[in-house]
């Protein structure tokens, strides 16, 4: 299963760094931004689970940066700060995020509010150990695809390709939000790498098949869809 993708936007270097490293320790996937409108962009292109945002940004503020976050998304937010009034807190908590921690913190703390916000916003869709697209069914525990009877042979690589693509089903994801869940936001080489995966998963899953499952939407990118659609 692919690891939970957490970005910390916090301009202080040393605590981006320092919750970077713990963070990565504990099996996260991390991405770091050091100001609200680089957050803002990585939240579009890549696409986190949750998002440890500090409220005294540069530019924009953490509580400016929550609200625009609100109108396209509701990603988890749990905010993280020095400063500790009530009013901060309760105007963080109604613009809309999940949860709100004051530093100095303890990380043990900070990693179960962590969570927790995870289990709470995960659809029920997500939840399941078994994601279903038509006559393709892809069982989490067993690490097991089958299309129809037929069990399926994935690299590991196309395996978390797919099921990122299945935990998406509907939603047309673009290269660059596929790049930055699945090869990681570091990653370094040829950027068609994910065109050149999606053609080996077609290979194995669509090619024998009438009914096309992955379809490229022009321009955009990729879908997963379980209407019958000529690609």
């Given at each position: 299963?692919?690891?939970?993708?957490?970005?910390?936007?916090?301009?202080?270097k040393q605590i981006a760094r320092?919750?970077?490293?713990?963070?990565?320790?504990?099996?996260?996937?991390?991405?770091?931004?050091?100001?609200?409108?680089?957050?803002?962009?990585?939240?579009?292109?890549?696409?986190?689970?949750?998002?440890?945002?500090?409220?005294?940004?540069?530019?924009?503020?953490?509580?400016?940066?929550?609200?625009?976050?609100?109108?396209?998304?509701?990603?988890?937010?749990?905010?993280?700060?020095?400063?500790?009034?009530?009013?901060?807190?309760?105007?963080?908590?109604?613009?809309?995020?999940?949860?709100?921690?004051?530093?100095?913190?303890?990380?043990?703390?900070?990693?179960?509010?962590?969570?927790?916000?995870?289990?709470?916003?995960?659809?029920?869709?997500?939840?399941?150990?078994?994601?279903?697209?038509?006559?393709?069914?892809?069982?989490?525990?067993?690490?097991?695809?089958?299309?129809?009877?037929?069990?399926?042979?994935?690299?590991?690589?196309?395996?978390?390709?797919?099921?990122?693509?299945?935990?998406?089903?509907?939603?047309?994801?673009?290269?660059?939000?596929?790049?930055?869940k699945v090869w990681g936001y570091?990653?370094?080489?040829?950027?068609?790498?994910?065109?050149?995966?999606?053609?080996?998963?077609?290979?194995?899953?669509?090619?024998?098949?009438?009914?096309?499952?992955?379809?490229?939407?022009?321009?955009?990118?990729?879908?997963?869809r379980e209407e019958r659609n000529?690609?």
């Amino acid at each position: 299963m692919l690891p939970k993708r957490i970005l910390i936007i916090e301009d202080e270097k040393q605590i981006a760094r320092f919750l970077e490293l713990e963070l990565k320790h504990e099996g996260y996937a991390v991405d770091i931004a050091y100001d609200g409108w680089g957050g803002l962009r990585k939240i579009e292109k890549y696409v986190p689970d949750l998002i440890l945002l500090d409220i005294m940004l540069p530019e924009i503020d953490g509580l400016e940066v929550c609200r625009k976050i609100r109108q396209f998304s509701e990603v988890p937010i749990i905010m993280l700060t020095a400063r500790d009034e009530v009013t901060d807190m309760v105007m963080g908590l109604d613009i809309g995020a999940d949860d709100y921690i004051t530093k100095p913190f303890v990380i043990e703390v900070l990693f179960a509010r962590i969570r927790a916000a995870l289990r709470k916003r995960i659809p029920l869709a997500h939840n399941s150990k078994v994601l279903i697209s038509g006559d393709l069914r892809m069982d989490l525990l067993k690490h097991q695809v089958f299309r129809g009877k037929e069990a399926i042979e994935l690299t590991k690589k196309e395996y978390d390709l797919l099921e990122y693509l299945l935990m998406n089903k509907g939603i047309v994801l673009t290269r660059d939000q596929i790049l930055g869940k699945v090869w990681g936001y570091d990653y370094v080489g040829d950027t068609n790498i994910v065109d050149v995966y999606i053609r080996y998963l077609r290979s194995k899953l669509d090619e024998a098949y009438e009914n096309k499952l992955i379809l490229t939407v022009r321009g955009v990118g990729y879908i997963i869809r379980e209407e019958r659609n000529e690609n």
